[in-house]
């Protein structure tokens, strides 16, 4: 990497953390993939992002404070596969035809 460009992420890495200190990682994550950051480019620049901050947080929270729905598990081996046609698949000719003795094999 060039020194300059090296210098430049330097300085940015106060800045973030400044932001991180204030906002969720969420919500920072948010404001810079917004379609109105694509210009940005640096984080010091407060004036231009901070209403996109605020929108941002204020979405965070409302759903941050949105119940958790949890649903019950259910058992799919329990209820089993409907056929949408008579046809068998190959697999399932294969396990019948494990089952089966052959013609000239004894049975045990």
């Not at 940015?12 to 200190?21: S, V």
């Not at 919500?27 to 109105?36: E, I």
């Not at 620049?45 to 949105?66: C, G, M, W």
Request: hydrophobic share 40%; net charge positive.
């Amino acid at each position: 990497m060039q020194p300059y460009w090296a210098k430049v992420f330097r300085e940015q890495i106060p800045a973030a953390t400044t932001l991180l200190e204030e906002y969720l990682p969420e919500v920072v994550l948010g404001m810079l993939r917004d379609k109105r950051c694509w210009k940005i480019r640096s984080l010091r620049a407060r004036s231009l992002f901070n209403h996109i901050l605020q929108e941002k947080a204020a979405a965070q929270a409302v759903k941050d404070a949105a119940p958790v729905v949890v649903m019950e598990k259910t058992e799919t081996v329990q209820k089993g596969r409907q056929r949408t046609s008579g046809k068998k698949s190959i697999l399932t000719l294969l396990r019948e035809s494990e089952n089966e003795p052959r013609p000239n094999q004894e049975v045990r």
